[in-house]
């Protein structure tokens, strides 16, 4: 268990990591059905690493299918960003929480509320994806100073030179974007997902994880052979849209945390 502080999540990642552990990182759309909180529960009870939560928006560019629906039923049922983050506070899971939503949302809350609203909530990092490096000052000014860790994305087209920046600012961990395009369930992963970790892995020492189309515990195996971990959301998505309890969702979790550790 660690301390769900702020400004917690490299150093669990880290912890874990140099312990020899791959890391899991799945994804719950915040307010998506009664027992989303209960999902995160039995998700982390499962062996997740952290779990990233997401903050619906009802334009989320950089989302396929699964996660546009996702956030569009959550939106539907009445979920606000303020809300869905007023209800993690009494969360007390034992792993680190990392929010994810789009910069449409930050701007408009207020930076500095945002930053402050993330803390209050115990919520260690942020994903703010379309924001890109050079606009990243104002927000990241008011993250800082907060202790929210920023997360960023690196994509398989991203050049070395602007790579290396990313990972220099990047806080948390670095997120390795497997496939140009959306997210979403793949039944193969990407060749250039371990292109990518390899790149990664070459320019910084922080915790790379690989996302989107990781989709089965053999995906999981795969991406995680060449980086620190992977981070799981549509595929859960899919099945809670579906019907899934958070029994099941924690089934499957712990389904991807036996393959990772079996290597």
Not at 172 to 192: C, D, H, K, N, P
Not at 243 to 249: H, I, N, T, Y
Request: with cysteine.
């Amino acid at each position: 268990m660690t301390d769900d502080a702020p400004g917690a999540l490299e150093a669990h990642l880290r912890s874990q990591r140099d312990a020899g552990r791959k890391l899991l990182v799945p994804y719950v759309t915040g307010g998506l059905g009664e027992h989303w909180l209960e999902v995160i529960e039995a998700m982390t009870a499962a062996g997740a690493d952290a779990v990233e939560v997401g903050i619906p928006f009802s334009d989320p560019v950089m989302d396929g299918p699964t996660i546009q629906e996702a956030s569009q039923r959550s939106l539907d049922g009445g979920a606000t960003p303020l809300g869905i983050l007023g209800s993690l506070e009494g969360l007390h899971v034992g792993v680190p929480l990392v929010a994810m939503t789009y910069y449409n949302l930050v701007f408009r809350t207020g930076h500095r509320r945002f930053a402050r609203s993330l803390t209050a909530s115990r919520v260690a990092g942020a994903i703010v994806p379309d924001v890109p490096l050079e606009e990243l000052d104002d927000w990241s000014r008011a993250a800082d100073d907060a202790g929210v860790e920023t997360v960023l994305l690196a994509a398989p087209v991203t050049p070395d030179d602007r790579l290396a920046r990313i990972c220099e600012r990047s806080r948390g961990f670095v997120y390795g974007v497997s496939v140009m395009g959306i997210t979403g369930e793949r039944q193969s992963l990407a060749e250039s997902a371990a292109v990518m970790a390899k790149r990664l892995k070459a320019v910084t020492d922080k915790p790379v994880l690989i996302g989107f189309g990781v989709s089965t515990p053999a995906h999981a195996v795969e991406a995680a052979a060449e980086a620190d971990g992977v981070i799981v959301a549509s595929a859960l998505m899919r099945r809670l849209l579906d019907g899934a309890s958070p029994e099941d969702l924690g089934a499957l979790v712990a389904e991807m945390r036996a393959a990772l550790d079996a290597g």
